[in-house]
């Protein structure tokens, strides 16, 4: 396992000295080298576009004790989340969803300028600490015989990240959301072992422009009773965009448990129909094309980035950034095409593709409504449990 963990990391780092010499080996492809976005670049006046790379990942960041089908051995937590952390600063803006155990590695490989965190679990969940805490014993006699060991911080919030390593947070306007109902205790996903949400970030760029940046993770599952729940989460943050970012610009990513298509590349389906209907139309929202590859691993795309431009900011997508960065997947057998039938995700770093895109960010004049009032952040105060889920404890 140590000579594993050890090769895996020196593969990355000769990946990022070959960056230090101009090689492409570590940055997505088809990105341009990163270049630094300051007001020096423009005249007041007449400002220049920045160019805002934009990840969003499902990390699958549970523990294996919940759930072990990983590609990475499922012990190696440390290694798994070290190459994510490495490959992750490429970007400006992350978005990450599932980082539950993931998040303290991530964070502390490399400095941000911006870390926020989702929100935490549903208020029913707190009791389950006492159903964890013989798990969580038994799992410090795992750790002394184990590196580093098998990690268990059950119970879940959101699991939602927004980080970036060059840009900071707007000083107000932070908000995390939980969202509306779940399905499935011990079926359908087990989604309600974890509490999703909406974690909403306002940014201010070099060039004087501004917008809010959203990560989300909702409900899983093909079945009636999910759609059904997907359709609540969607209505409450189309609502609470509308409430928090009125005519701003933003971008909105995440993991949205909403089948594109049913297998013929087009949009098509019940689950995109709901979330076009009352999600990307009611807030006027233009998908940025962010997918894996279709011939690749993933047969169905669940993963958005979408943006919308306004008051504050002139949002345009570079055509055709959006793509998976397919470095996201084991160093050492990157660039197989088919995976081991018997191991599912044998060389991926996660169940979820991470889907990238490119956008130029220009200033615009900022909204009447940009101060942060109660009125924006009147979504937040909104009660998004049942109270038949609360009398479960």
Same mark, same amino acid.
């Given at each position: 396992?140590?000579?594993?963990?050890?090769?895996?990391?020196?593969?990355?780092?000769?990946?990022?000295?070959?960056?230090?010499?101009?090689?492409?080996?570590?940055?997505? *492809?088809?990105?341009? =080298?990163?270049?630094?976005?300051?007001? $020096?670049?423009?005249?007041?006046?007449?400002?220049?576009?920045?160019?805002?790379?934009?990840?969003?990942?499902?990390?699958?960041?549970?523990?294996?004790?919940?759930? =072990?089908?990983?590609?990475?051995?499922?012990?190696?937590?440390?290694?798994?989340?070290?190459?994510?952390?490495? %490959?992750?600063?490429?970007?400006?803006?992350?978005?990450?969803?599932?980082?539950?155990?993931?998040?303290?590695?991530?964070?502390?490989?490399?400095?941000?300028?911006?870390?926020?965190?989702?929100?935490?679990?549903?208020?029913?969940?707190?009791?389950?600490?006492?159903?964890?805490?013989?798990?969580?014993?038994?799992?410090?006699?795992?750790?002394?015989?184990?590196?580093?060991?098998?990690?268990?911080?059950?119970? &879940?919030?959101?699991?939602?990240?927004?980080?970036?390593?060059?840009?900071?947070?707007?000083?107000?306007?932070?908000?995390?959301?939980?969202?509306?109902?779940?399905?499935?205790?011990?079926?359908?996903?087990?989604?309600?072992?974890?509490?999703?949400?909406?974690?909403?970030?306002?940014?201010?760029?070099?060039?004087?422009?501004?917008?809010?940046?959203?990560?989300?993770?909702? !409900?899983?599952?093909?079945?009636?009773?999910?759609?059904?729940?997907?359709?609540?989460?969607? *209505?409450?943050?189309?609502?609470?965009?509308?409430?928090?970012?009125?005519?701003?610009?933003?971008?909105?990513?995440?993991?949205?448990?909403?089948?594109?298509?049913?297998?013929?590349?087009?949009?098509?389906?019940?689950?995109?129909?709901?979330?076009?209907? &009352?999600?990307? !139309?009611? %807030?006027?929202?233009? !998908?940025?094309?962010?997918?894996?590859?279709?011939?690749? &691993?993933?047969?169905?795309?669940?993963?958005?980035?979408?943006?919308?431009?306004?008051?504050?900011?002139?949002?345009?997508?570079?055509?055709?950034?959006?793509?998976?960065?397919?470095?996201?997947?084991?160093?050492?057998?990157?660039?197989?095409?088919?995976?081991?039938?018997?191991?599912?995700?044998?060389?991926?770093?996660?169940?979820?593709?991470?889907?990238? $895109?490119?956008?130029?960010?220009?200033?615009? =004049? =900022?909204?009447?409504?940009?101060?942060?009032? *109660?009125?924006?952040?009147?979504?937040?105060?909104?009660?998004?449990?049942?109270?038949?889920?609360?009398?479960?404890?």
């Amino acid at each position: 396992m140590a000579i594993s963990k050890y090769l895996m990391k020196g593969v990355f780092l000769l990946g990022i000295i070959l960056m230090e010499f101009g090689s492409e080996f570590s940055m997505a *492809e088809d990105f341009t =080298p990163r270049e630094e976005c300051s007001p $020096a670049q423009s005249e007041p006046s007449i400002p220049l576009p920045c160019t805002v790379r934009v990840l969003s990942y499902n990390v699958h960041g549970i523990s294996p004790i919940l759930n =072990p089908y990983v590609g990475v051995n499922v012990r190696d937590h440390e290694t798994r989340s070290g190459l994510m952390a490495w %490959l992750l600063m490429d970007y400006d803006f992350i978005f990450l969803q599932e980082d539950f155990e993931f998040h303290r590695q991530i964070v502390d490989e490399f400095t941000y300028e911006l870390i926020e965190q989702g929100n935490g679990p549903r208020i029913a969940l707190a009791p389950f600490w006492l159903v964890t805490l013989p798990i969580k014993i038994i799992n410090v006699g795992f750790q002394l015989f184990n590196s580093p060991g098998i990690p268990f911080r059950a119970p &879940y919030g959101s699991g939602l990240t927004i980080a970036s390593p060059y840009y900071k947070a707007v000083e107000e306007g932070v908000a995390q959301v939980p969202l509306p109902d779940c399905e499935g205790w011990f079926s359908r996903k087990n989604d309600c072992w974890s509490t999703k949400g909406l974690l909403r970030v306002p940014v201010r760029l070099p060039n004087g422009a501004e917008f809010d940046v959203y990560n989300t993770h909702l !409900d899983a599952g093909r079945d009636e009773e999910d759609r059904s729940v997907r359709k609540k989460q969607l *209505e409450f943050i189309a609502d609470c965009i509308k409430k928090s970012s009125k005519d701003r610009a933003f971008i909105l990513g995440g993991d949205f448990n909403s089948q594109y298509d049913d297998g013929g590349n087009e949009a098509s389906g019940e689950d995109y129909r709901l979330l076009k209907l &009352y999600l990307l !139309d009611e %807030l006027g929202l233009s !998908d940025s094309n962010a997918r894996p590859d279709p011939n690749g &691993y993933w047969k169905n795309r669940v993963d958005y980035i979408f943006y919308r431009g306004g008051h504050g900011a002139k949002i345009d997508l570079i055509v055709g950034s959006g793509s998976e960065d397919q470095r996201f997947r084991h160093p050492v057998n990157r660039g197989r095409h088919v995976p081991n039938e018997n191991i599912k995700y044998e060389d991926l770093l996660s169940d979820h593709p991470a889907i990238r $895109a490119e956008f130029n960010v220009l200033p615009s =004049p =900022p909204s009447a409504h940009s101060s942060w009032d *109660e009125e924006r952040d009147s979504c937040a105060n909104k009660q998004p449990v049942e109270n038949d889920m609360e009398r479960i404890w």
